[in-house]
Structures are given as structure tokens and as C-alpha cells.
């Protein structure tokens, strides 16, 4: 089956269509290891691990790879504001970010790549743009010419008069700046002192890789020069996705990203997220509101990946109700599978196809609102066996990753078949409005240790404890 996604480059939902048959090579921006991530960098995390799973669901070779960035203005200040080194810093951050993503049930990226350890790669790029012209040298560092790049805004759709961005050649340096003034930017910022002991040699002078470029060369290293699909948050279609399609198409001639995903912005309690404001959340502030990882997490799936969403504490209390009946319900069936509790299925002459009606969902632009919905009605369907239930509910989980693996199925002793014979016998009875009857078998059963309810669904039957 297709798979489609919306592509920010087209504005379009389009049919994926790999480079290589059944391979997939996926480029994820990572954290930035200055501080802990917060829940809003966390729906991004968890975006790119749904993105991966629908495509190994699909059967896909997938290449997962994610930068760290461990070398870039924030880093670098923080370190010294704690007086530590850069390599203590970004460690012990990096160390909370794969404990934060396992706690969210994502799997690790088949690849983590060290932006320090890439420099030579980088350096690389920069001298190719510097030979070819596009790259300039100025007093602080090297810079590139968004005038003399092709296209150059083409994803976030900004409009450049080339004509000003020549003769007027506004640089900056910082990583980031603000949409409405695209401008030359910092390939290579030469050493200050601020650098402290920051700082790698290259033909061109002693400096250290601005943070756009980072991403080009490890992107390009990893799975390039053209690589199936590069996955960001919105806020970083410009400038830093934007300038990373500038380096590496102006440095290889290539065409970089076939498809671009971008996941939309959390707002927290109606606000943008931030210190000042009070609102600003860690997974291990949700775990001291009383909040679990996984419910975050089923939280998150109920809205699609491209809608902006707004957190609040109670919103996902109430997602954390609705996991947890998920979760009970999916023991309760396993435990019924098991036959430690009697079922009544009335099968369908034309049983539907839930695993098709579920990879259809996820196939379209990772639908997972949907694909949850679907798991739900699949648990309240009367046609369908609970064995069968749990089946589906473990596949549909390769996907979902709320935990069910590790569910563990609280082993009884199951019903003796005699019991099982009596109830149906007793259901018979009362069919039959033969209520002496059905009394009689109910006292048998209840003699022989069980209960027998009755329920608009049929009955169950339960050990006495
Ligand atoms: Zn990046």
C-alpha cells in the first residue's frame, strides 16, 4: 500500500516514492544538548518515531539518523556559565535525552550522530563553497551568499529580490535569527576568545562550524547527497532548514530532500511555552503532576502531527484516564484469550479487515488520531474474538508504541470446560424462558466455584475468589 505524506516543499500530500526499493533513509534533526528537552521538543521526538515505525510496518529498510548537536552558540555559552567543559556539558544533557526518549517509548535512531565529530566533513563543504564562490570570507568568519544560491527560500516560500541580497550583503552570525529578514549567514565563525576552548584548525582559520552546516554534513555523510526524507519541528523551515538546502545542493549539485515533513508547534496552556511564563514543562515535571511518559504519549497521538495542539495539565490527566481503561481493557481481553473468563462473539458474515482499515490510516500522512480511534473500536467490536483482539491491538502497537509488549498477562487457571458447558446450557435455558431450569444450572456452576453474569452481551464467568 502507498504511503503518503505532505511534503512542506510541495504544500502537497504526495505518494512516497523511495530512491532506492524498499529502503528509506530518514534525516531527523536532533537536540540541541545545552539543557534538558522540553515536552514541546518531545512531540517532535515522538513525531520521528512514528514516522519510522510506519515505514518498517510497511516492510521498509529504514536509516534513521539523528544529529546531536553538541557544538553551536548555546552550547558553548552554557558551558562556560557552568564552568565545565563543553564535552561534560553536552554528555551528561545527551545522557537525559536518550533516558527522556525511552521513557516515551521511542526507539533509538539506528544512527546518533556527534556534531563533533563531523567537523572534517564540514570543513569540507565550506572549502567547496568557498572554491566555487558562493562562500566569502569576512573579518569574524565565512559566510554564504544567499544571492548566489538557486532557489534559495524555496521551502519556507519566502520571497528575495537577489538584487538586494548582492549589493546590500547583510550577514549574521547567530544560529538563529528571525524569518523576516533573510540574510547571509555564518558557515564558519572564526575564534574569539569567548570560544574558549572551543576551536578546530582549517585552511581557511581557527573557528568553529556555525549550526546549519552541521546538519548539511552529517546529513550528506549519513545518507546523502540526496536523501529520502529530512523531519523537523515548523520552527525550523527557516532559517535552518532553509540554509541547509542552500549548502548542500550549492556544494553537491544535487537535489538534497525529496520529502520534507515538519510537525507542528505545542502551545502550553494557550501560550508559547516559556521560563518567564510559568509554563514551561520537562517529562519530569508531567511525572511530578502524577502524569506517566506512555499517557503523554497516547496524549500526543490523538492529534495529528500537523496540527498545533495545546497542552494543559488537565487535558492530558484526562488522555491519561482513557490510556490507562486502554490498557486494563487490554489485559481484561488477554485474559479472556486465555480462557479465564468465558466470551460471547456473534462473528460477522463479512468480518472487516482491521489491520487493512488501520495501515490505510497510518499510510496517510501518519494519521494517528485515526489509527487510535480504529484500536477503539476494535476493542467494542462484539464480532470479534478477544484472541483475535489482541492480536490486532499488539500489531497495531508496533506503530503506537504505548507498551503493550510489555503488558504482562497475569496468568490463572483457566475455566474447566464443564463450567464453560453448564453456563452455555443455562444461556440455552433462558433462551428458552425455562427459568427453573436456569436457576438449577447456576447453582450447579456456583457449587462448582464460578459466577455467571449476566450481561446485555451475553454472560461471563469469573473463578469465585
Ligand atoms: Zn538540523
Known sequence: MDINIFNTLSSKKEVFTPLVKNKVGIYN?????????????????????????????????????????????????????????????????????????????????????????????MIEMISILLEKGIAYQTKDGIYFSIGLSKDYGKLAKLKIEATDTHTLRERISNDEYEKENPRDFALWKFYTE?????????????????????????????????IDIHAGGTDLIFPHHTNEIAQSEATYDKHFVNYWIHGAFMNVNDAKMAKSKGNFYKLADLENEGISPLAFRYWLLTSHYRSQINFTIEAVKGAQTAFIRFIETFIRLQDISAGHEYEHVHKALEPRDYKKDFLEKVNDDFNTPEALALAWELIKDHTVEAKEKVILLMDFDKILGLGLHAVVNIQKEEIPTEVTVLAEAREKARENKDWEM????????????????????GFTLKKRN
Open 29 to 121: 534533526c536532533g537536540p540541541t544538548v545545552y539543557d534538558t528537552v522540553h515536552i514541546g521538543n518531545l512531540r517532535t521526538f515522538v513525531m520521528y518515531d512514528i514516522i519510522r515505525r510506519v515505514f518498517e510496518y510497511n516492510e521498509y529498510f529504514v536509516t534513521q539518523v539523528m544529529n546531536i548537536t553538541d557544538v553551536d552558540d548555546k552550547t558553548i555559552k552554557r558551558s562556560q556559565e557552568k564552568k565545565i567543559s563543553l564535552e561534560e556539558l553536552t554528555r551528561h544533557y545527551e545522557t537525559l535525552f536518550i533516558s527522556d526518549i525511552h521513557s516515551l517509548n521511542i526507539l533509538t535512531p539506528n544512527k546518533l550522530l556527534s556534531a563533533r565529530d563531523h567537523i572534517k566533513d
Open 194 to 226: 569567548e570560544d574558549g576552548q572551543v576551536f578546530w584548525d582549517a585552511s581557511f582559520g581557527k573557528g568553529r562550524p556555525g549550526w546549519h552546516i552541521e546538519c548539511s554534513a552529517m546529513a550528506g555523510r549519513a545518507l546523502g547527497p540526496t
Open 438 to 457: 436456569a436457576d438449577a444450572i447456576r447453582k450447579e456452576i456456583t457449587d462448582r466455584g464460578y459466577d455467571v453474569n449476566d450481561t446485555d452481551k
